[in-house]
């Protein structure tokens, strides 16, 4: 039998046997994205209201003043090229036109909305309504505030849309990262590795057949996370387009062996087991909550962002997350695949050159 | 004395690390069919000079061959012909003692008859257990089964009975004697001398990195009698050890 073959068999028999490491890598997300998905946090989170304004007159200057005192809603300008994109991903729940012949007493306004959205509009239309009242003194305005349901071909997945995505790299770094460096320690301080390497076989091979094996669990933790989260959380995930299932394939692939990677350089530079586990936390801790996992980077001032958008995890999250919501075209993911292989090449490299066999 | 071939051959080995020369010089040989053991206080360079002739270690200099293949040479050649049971190694824990020798025969590219194996180191009806239940004893056998599965010419066993019970530690004489008498020549270190006065035909007492004698285990005690050596209490015809197998037993018991 092939050295790999026996290799992979092995384990991923061990994977199964284990309990730990099933917990970890896949009733642990499981249960955090059934859990964050159901009670749905992303409603916490104000309405948002994207604007385009064509107008930019006193009138409507005033009126957006007024707009913008209400704390209790967000407001981002757009433009007319974002507006579908905008409410696919959650960042606005509806879209206010402004018209270029706004005034007050003829307040042409236009508000659309996807059509899960129906309620959050009706309370922009209310408030508009309010201020322009307020700010004519409680004289009868002219009622030309128009409502109107928009059809999207997708539909926002809400929150746990948002979320699914993010678990599942999540959980593709934690199992490559703490997979590689828990087997590899233990083998290590236990003598495994050094009863190998009295073997006639390179010990060389042993590890890649152990890189070869994690990245098949990995990829199948993948697909089994995808599939929980469309039949249990109802997720309309875009995988009836051929590029989502391309690119969740290539992604996941890329992020294995990216953190795989990153495994062997921690293994490889702490100087015994009493510092892998902290130095594996360190490095995955804050990619967590920096990379995009559970709320969207955009809040982070630009300054930060430079550096969270280059994090290893972030485009693995950006890419599933694309790939799985909107089907988007492997070519606009080019950028991600960059950063990804940047990373790759860094973490081989460190790997190789600190990793001890004793 | 009749022509014996030589199996293993050392000569002026020598390994040094930064501050330290763990083997000073090591002179030996060994023929085939031997018990050869190693004996030495702690630290004495045993396990270096066993691990150098496992090919895990390079030698400083000197030079070390067996049955004819100069080892750092030819490590590869020399892994395939050897059997190696390391001092504190253990194996895969979630995998059965037939997956693990399985595993180990492609790594040498030999098909051992597995069940064979485990029967000849008294482990067949484990052989779906896993590596983790098993007791210390059960893991040295392991360990020594899984040194078999490429039939090698030479057994090295460091330390083979080290942490066991009395009883376990019988059991281990009487698996390394039939091992022995299927013709392979083995290298044992140990701390236990009754051990080695029982098993070994020649042992090598090292210290301080060099080898201070080499002889039958008989002849050593003859030749320290004759320096006019005297045991200062009477001379016991039973051991301590020998009133607890009376009283507890032969049997194993960790099944």
């Known amino acids: 039998m092939n050295i790999y073959l026996i290799i992979a068999k092995s384990t991923i028999k061990m994977y199964f046997r284990r309990t730990q490491s099933l917990f970890w890598t896949l009733f642990f997300p499981v249960v955090m994205m059934l859990g964050i998905g159901f009670f749905g946090f992303g409603q916490f989170t104000p309405p948002k209201l994207g604007i385009i304004n064509y107008s930019n007159n006193y009138e409507s200057d005033l009126f957006l003043e007024e707009l ?10 757009i433009s ?24 007050l007493e003829s307040p042409n306004l236009e508000i659309s909305f996807e059509n899960s959205k129906e309620k959050i509009a009706q309370e922009f239309y209310d408030l508009s309504e309010m201020i322009i009242s307020d700010l004519l003194n409680n004289n009868q305005t002219e009622k030309s505030i128009v409502l109107k349901e928009k059809i999207f071909e997708n539909q926002y997945q809400g929150y746990k849309g948002f979320l699914v995505p993010g678990i599942v790299a999540l959980s593709i770094m934690q199992s490559g990262i703490l997979g590689v ?120 001032p630009s300054w930060l962002s430079v550096i969270t958008d280059n994090l290893p995890l972030s485009p693995l999250v950006n890419s599933l997350r694309e790939s799985a919501l909107y089907g988007t075209h492997t070519f606009e993911l080019l950028p991600e695949l960059a950063i990804m292989l940047v990373w790759i090449v860094l973490a081989f490299i460190i790997g190789i050159k600190t990793f001890k066999w004793e | 004395m009749s022509k014996i071939k030589e199996i293993i051959t050392v000569s002026d080995l020598v390994k040094k690390y930064d501050d330290f020369t763990a083997v000073n010089g090591i002179n030996f040989k060994v023929s085939e069919g031997e018990i050869f053991g190693l004996l030495g206080p702690n630290g004495a360079g045993k396990t270096t000079t066993v ?10 200099s000197g030079f070390a061959e067996i049955d004819g293949i100069n080892i750092e040479k030819n490590t590869k050649a020399v892994k395939k012909i050897i ?19 399985e595993m180990f025969s492609v790594f040498y590219s030999s098909r051992p008859d597995i069940e064979n194996i485990l029967e000849k180191v008294g ?41 066991l019970d009395p009883q376990a530690r019988r059991n281990m004489w009487d698996l390394i004697e039939n091992i022995r008498n ?4 083995i290298i044992i270190t140990t701390h236990y001398m009754e051990e080695a006065e029982k098993l070994c035909d020649r042992v090598a007492i090292i210290d301080t990195g060099q080898i201070v004698t080499i002889d039958t285990p008989k002849a050593l005690i003859k030749k320290l009698l004759d320096s006019g050596f005297e045991v200062e209490e009477k001379l016991q015809n039973a051991t301590l050890e020998d009133v607890f197998i009376n009283l507890t037993g032969k049997s194993l018991r960790e099944n």
């Open chain 2, 51 to 60: 691990e150098i002739l496992e090919g895990l270690r390079k030698p400083s």
């Open chain 2, 123 to 163: 482990l067949l009806e484990k052989r779906k257990s896993y590596y983790k239940t098993l007791s210390g004893g059960q893991k040295q056998r392991l360990s020594i089964a899984v040194a078999l599965v490429n039939d090698p010419k030479v057994l090295f066993l460091d330390e083979p009975t080290t942490g």
């Open chain 1, 80 to 103: 007319e090229k974002e507006i579908e994109k905008s409410i696919l991903e959650g960042k606005i729940d509806s879209v206010m036109t402004i018209s270029k012949d706004f005034s």
């Open chain 1, 181 to 300: 460096v828990f087997t590899l320690i233990s083998y290590k301080t236990q003598g495994v590795l050094k009863r190998l390497q009295a073997t006639p076989i390179d010990p060389s091979h042993f590890l890649i057949g152990q890189m070869i094996s994690r990245l098949l669990i990995i990829v199948i933790q993948t697909f089994i996370l995808f599939l929980i989260g469309t039949l249990i959380l109802n997720i309309d995930i875009a995988l009836g387009s051929i590029y989502a299932w391309i690119n969740i394939i290539i992604f996941s692939v890329l992020g294995s062996i990216l953190f795989l990677f990153i495994g062997l350089a921690v293994s490889g530079a702490s100087p015994n087991e009493d510092y892998a586990a902290p130095i594996a936390n360190l490095i995955t801790f804050p990619m967590m909550f920096l990379s995009g996992v559970f709320f969207d980077t955009d809040v982070f």
């Open chain 2, 83 to 101: 059997g190696v049971q390391l001092q504190e190694c253990s194996f895969f824990d979630k995998l059965t003692l037939f997956e693990i020798i």
């Open chain 2, 182 to 185: 299927s013709g392979k020549t």
């Open chain 1, 68 to 77: 913008n005192k209400k704390e209790y809603i967000e407001i981002k300008t």
